[in-house]
């Protein structure tokens, strides 16, 4: 079975400290996605990054980074000098490669950054 | 680029009545999901379509069926509605997953159902 986990429900920082979300998966499959979403009080996810599981390679965009390690099955979400904007529920998210890309999401984390 | 757009956005039926919500993917996508997020949860998996066929199905009763259309857009329906269906129904878009190709898949604002 597929599970994704984010142990964290609530996380409250002041502006520009770092933070970082956590994610563990689980899955029987060799081969997969793994996502983070962020979903600001509109209700829209918006997509912020997709990692397959063969490429293990940490990725930086900006102030977000992101450490994929498989031997410990976690895909953690770190943003550098939060800023109040960065105030949302971030989901992590798995998907099988070769079955037709239904997203198992976590519970969601939310982030709120106080000015 | 227009993106994933979802009708209506706000919605309230009463228990036992019917309900259908509309998504539009974004453009250039061929494929439509759809996701049912109760308050406080993360999103689940309602189905996926596909060539105008059901792909994926997740756990979800018969009362939920779906349509997409030549366009690529797609329905979804809800028969009986239940007070447990209320949920904010989020419709999301992608390319079907080709080797290692592209996989993102792109939400709509969602629409939001209550059912009293």
């Known amino acids: 079975a597929q599970k994704v986990t984010q142990a964290q429900t609530e996380i409250s920082v002041v502006e520009k400290e770092d933070v970082t979300l956590d994610c563990v998966y689980e899955t029987r499959d060799t081969t997969y996605y793994l996502f983070w979403y962020k979903q600001p009080p509109s209700g829209e996810l918006v997509f912020l990054i997709r990692?397959?599981?063969?490429?293990?390679q940490n990725e930086i965009s900006g102030r977000y980074s992101w450490n994929f390690q498989k031997s410990t099955s976690s895909f953690n979400f770190t943003i550098t000098a939060s800023q109040v904007v960065d105030s949302a529920v971030y989901f992590c998210?798995?998907?099988?490669?070769?079955?037709?890309?239904?997203?198992?999401f976590g519970q969601g984390t939310e982030l709120s950054v106080k000015p | 680029d227009a993106g994933v757009t979802q009708s209506p956005t706000h919605l309230i039926k009463t228990r036992g009545q019917q309900v259908t919500l509309r998504c539009s993917p974004k453009?250039?996508?061929?494929?439509v999901s759809w996701y049912q997020q109760a308050l406080g949860q993360g999103p689940q998996f309602i189905f996926q379509y596909y060539e105008e066929e059901e792909r994926q199905r997740g756990n979800f009763p018969d009362r939920f069926s779906g349509h997409q259309f030549p366009n690529y857009s797609s329905e979804l329906n809800v028969n009986a509605l239940l007070l447990g269906d209320s949920a904010l129904y989020l419709c999301a878009s992608s390319f079907p997953a080709v080797g290692q190709g592209r996989y993102e898949q792109y939400f709509g604002p969602g629409t939001r159902l209550t059912v009293t």
């Open positions: 453009s250039g996508h061929d494929t």
């Open positions: 998210a798995l998907s099988a490669i070769w079955r037709g890309g239904k997203l198992i």
């Open positions: 990692r397959n599981s063969f490429d293990e």
